[in-house]
């Protein structure tokens, strides 16, 4: 069973010293793009980069590695939920605030999806179950995982539900504001997507141990590493065309089609982490001609991730 949250990617061109992963920008030797959270239009620069716009994103249905949706097999899932990177904070559809929890006394500020789909692309007040559960509870939705209705309390949304059962666990959101986020656990980092309809404080992970809980993996989100949902299903081992952020394998990483030799008909294939200090060098990387390159630009690395890189095609 594949219970997927799939964070939506477009990717560009090739990798300028570049591992890429969630948000690109330029700098010569940065990972997740730029781990400051720019953008490229250099078609030079083989990053993955998230959409600014959810309504840039393929058809959720559209299964990774198949912009047309011509390849039913490729390895997608028709109950993904899919995640994109912010671009204003707040849609048109945004009825409430999910920093602020501005709704009504008995109601809360939940994501959902207001057009039938996959993707979180509103807010909306929700009611608050009788006893309801607290962060690390299990919990149930209402119809969908993006449904807007669950039995977390206020502060929390029901997360990694399973499709069958429409069981997942509550997760605390973000507090503060969008500009200053914070989580309370220090082992979690904020993920802010689909234009802030999402704000979840989830796990810090390493990507060099894949150090997540089964089902999951360690993905690059924004600035972080963090454990999202593992959406890879049959497909994911390296050079497998993809679309999303986890719609690789444990220990790899979607990064742009010019970074991974033979990727062509998809806008990225999947690629592996890489340990920079390791004796090995490039012969970690399977791909012909493919070097291990550091994931952040020099000095930026947070602590504890200076040795990141990602087997890519150097520019």
């Known amino acids: 069973m594949n219970r997927a949250i799939l964070w939506s990617v477009v990717v560009s061109a090739g990798l300028a010293l570049t591992a890429c992963g969630t948000v690109a920008d330029e700098p010569a030797v940065t990972g997740a793009g730029d781990p400051q959270g720019g953008e490229t239009d250099d078609p030079d620069d083989p ?25 039913a097999d490729s390895g997608g899932s028709d109950d993904a939920s899919f995640l994109v990177k912010p671009d204003g904070m ?28 996959t993707a979180w692309n509103a807010t909306r007040c929700s009611p608050i179950a009788d006893n309801p559960g607290q962060a690390g509870d299990s919990c149930s939705v209402e119809g969908s995982g993006v449904s807007g209705l669950d039995d977390c309390d206020i502060g929390s949304m029901c997360w990694d539900v399973d499709p069958e059962t429409n069981m997942g666990v509550c997760v605390a959101l973000c507090t503060g504001d969008s500009m200053s986020p914070v989580c309370e656990d220090p082992d979690t980092a904020c993920a802010i997507v689909n234009d802030g309809a999402i704000v979840l404080c989830l796990p810090s992970c390493d990507p060099l141990i894949q150090d997540c809980t089964d089902g999951q993996a360690c993905y690059a989100v924004l600035d972080d590493f963090l454990c999202v949902p593992d959406a890879s299903g049959e497909m994911g081992v390296y050079g497998d065309p993809c679309e999303f952020i986890n719609a690789c394998d444990p220990g790899l990483m979607c990064l742009g089609a010019a970074a991974v030799p033979d990727c062509t008909g998809s806008q990225g294939c999947c690629s592996e982490v890489c340990d920079t200090a390791d004796p090995a060098g490039d012969a970690q990387c399977m791909g012909v001609d493919q070097a291990c390159e550091p994931w952040y630009e020099e000095g930026a690395a947070p602590p504890g991730y200076e040795d990141v890189g990602a087997c890519a095609l150097p520019a």
């Open 47 to 71: 990053v993955v980069t998230t959409t600014d716009d959810p309504a840039d994103t393929e058809d959720p249905a559209t299964p990774p590695g198949d912009t047309d949706g011509a390849d």
């Open 90 to 117: 707040g849609g048109i559809s945004f009825e409430c605030d999910m920093f602020a929890q501005d709704c009504p006394d008995g109601e809360k500020c939940m994501p959902w999806a207001n057009d039938g789909g």
